[in-house]
């Protein structure tokens, strides 16, 4: 009785033990299969991070790639941690009533789910170091990501700071706030930063708005400088237009006095200059006007074609009014002293001859033929004066005489380039 009580008792201790032991094992194996899920799932968010930061910054379709790889290993961890949780909840480890059988199946079914879980983690380590590269070059498309979009913002508030100082000085620069205010949806789309648009739309967006801002900021700097100038130039020109108007008052003395002493051939060229010096004026004038409108409404582009009219009207109308004058002065010349003028011909016809003969024999005729030419020209033109009588053409002697000197300026010129 005692030894078969005691076997029993030696019996149930065995088997106690074992079963106890069996519990712990399969708790061990529980323990070991929920460590590598966490691990698993860490795993997992790293590599997600990658693929999304790849995404920012990659090329569409690398990024569409990499993106399906990690889809279809993510559907294999999937089934694995299903399989994990199955196993996970498959039997109550902590029950005492539990049976032995089906601990040593759930020791199994977790031992099985952690060399599946250890697996996929491995897989996934291998699928983030051959994403390495990618990352790598993302990351470096990241890190412009930033200073490009301070930049952006930077010459957004350099160019609204230019532009109300601009209004300060009161120019209301309308085109430059309306293109200010076009950059504030790409402002916005900035701040929604690259997990919405990627690396590549959103650094072109900031160049872009930089750029913008810059030349807007640019203009709104310039535009008292521009003002400032069309004010002076609009001052030099209305000063000129009265200098222009006093003078214009030499003219009908100086052209009475040329009727009077010389034939009409001398000045019937400038008749036309008091009325068309008075056009002149008059829309000058007006043009003027009109700049200042155009200055006043910042049509800058007006305002300085209509200071470039005015500037071309004057440059004519002076230009007249001088050759009336000088004409006078150049035939009262001719007129005391004739003789002066055609020694001034024949001293550069001889100058020229004299080169043309240098080291020669005979002269080039292509030089000695413009010479004799011109000659023959001054011998024509003294003759013509000496016959005239009372009113010969002086402007037309003078005419001939500076061709003279002009065939002899180009013969020497033709000499020396050889």
Not at 166 to 191: I, M, Q, V, W
Not at 223 to 242: F, K, W
Not at 312 to 338: F, H, M
Request: net charge negative.
């Amino acid at each position: 009785m005692a030894g078969g009580g005691g076997g029993g008792r030696g019996g149930g201790w065995w088997g106690g033990g074992r079963r106890d032991a069996a519990r712990e094992d399969a708790r061990a194996a529980r323990e070991a299969a929920q460590e590598s899920f966490y691990e698993l799932d860490s795993a997992q968010r790293d590599a997600l991070l990658a693929v999304e930061t790849v995404k920012s910054a990659g090329e569409p379709a690398t990024s569409r790639r990499v993106e399906q790889d990690f889809a279809d290993l993510t559907a294999r961890i999937d089934q694995v941690t299903v399989a994990y949780l199955g196993a996970l909840d498959a039997v109550d480890l902590d029950s005492a009533e539990v049976d032995p059988g089906a601990v040593a199946r759930a020791r199994q079914q977790l031992d099985q789910a952690k060399r599946e879980l250890d697996a996929k983690r491995a897989e996934l380590g291998t699928f983030v170091s051959r994403l390495q590269p990618l990352v790598e070059h993302a990351e470096a498309q990241l890190i412009r990501v930033t200073p490009a979009v301070e930049r952006a913002k930077q010459a957004l508030l350099a160019a609204t700071t230019a532009l109300e100082q601009a209004r300060g000085a009161g120019l209301r620069a309308d085109d430059l706030a309306a293109r200010l205010a076009e950059l504030a949806p790409e402002l916005t789309r900035l701040n929604q930063g690259v997990s919405q648009h990627g690396v590549p739309a959103t650094l072109q967006r900031a160049e872009d708005v930089a750029r913008r801002a810059e030349e807007v900021r640019a203009e709104a700097v310039r535009l008292p400088e521009r003002a400032g100038e069309i004010d002076r130039r609009v001052g030099t020109l209305r000063t000129r237009i009265d200098a222009l108007e006093n003078r214009a008052g030499t003219v009908d003395p100086a052209l009475s006095d040329l009727r009077r002493r010389f034939s009409l051939a001398c000045w019937q060229d400038l008749q036309h200059v008091p009325a068309q010096t008075a056009d002149a004026v008059r829309n000058a004038r007006a043009r003027l006007t009109e700049a200042v409108r155009a200055r006043d409404e910042q049509r800058w582009a007006d305002a300085t074609a209509a200071i470039g009219t005015v500037r071309a009207l004057l440059d004519t109308a002076e230009g007249s009014v001088s050759a009336v004058n000088e004409r006078l002065r150049q035939l009262n010349e001719v007129q005391r002293d004739p003789q002066q003028e055609i020694e001034r011909a024949r001293f550069a016809l001889r100058d020229a001859q004299r080169l043309a003969m240098a080291g020669r024999q005979a002269p080039d005729p292509r030089h000695a033929g413009p010479l004799d030419a011109a000659v023959a020209r001054l011998d024509r033109a003294v003759a013509s004066l000496e016959d005239a009588g009372r009113h010969p053409d002086y402007w037309a002697f003078l005419t001939e005489l500076v061709a003279v000197r002009e065939t002899a300026a180009e013969v020497v010129t033709m000499i020396r380039g050889h």
